[in-house]
């Protein structure tokens, strides 16, 4: 599990100077059940956001 803003940094940071946005990046999420993509994106309460293999599960 790994923080989205995170994901958003370390993607854009080996991008160089071709950047995505935040937005860019949620919709790219939001494609990933479509595509079966073995991740998906998950909200806390909080309102934080993760990434996640969809393996995994609360109870482990």
């Given at each position: 599990m790994i923080n989205l803003i995170d994901i958003y940094?370390?993607?854009n940071r080996a991008r160089g100077t071709e950047?995505?946005?935040p937005e860019d990046l949620l919709?790219?999420?939001s494609l990933?059940?479509?595509f079966d993509v073995p991740v998906m994106?998950?909200?806390f309460d909080?309102?934080?956001k993760v990434i996640?293999?969809?393996s995994h599960s609360d109870e482990e």
């Open positions: 940094c370390l993607f950047l995505i946005s919709q790219a999420c990933w059940e479509k994106l998950r909200k909080s309102g934080v996640q293999n969809k």
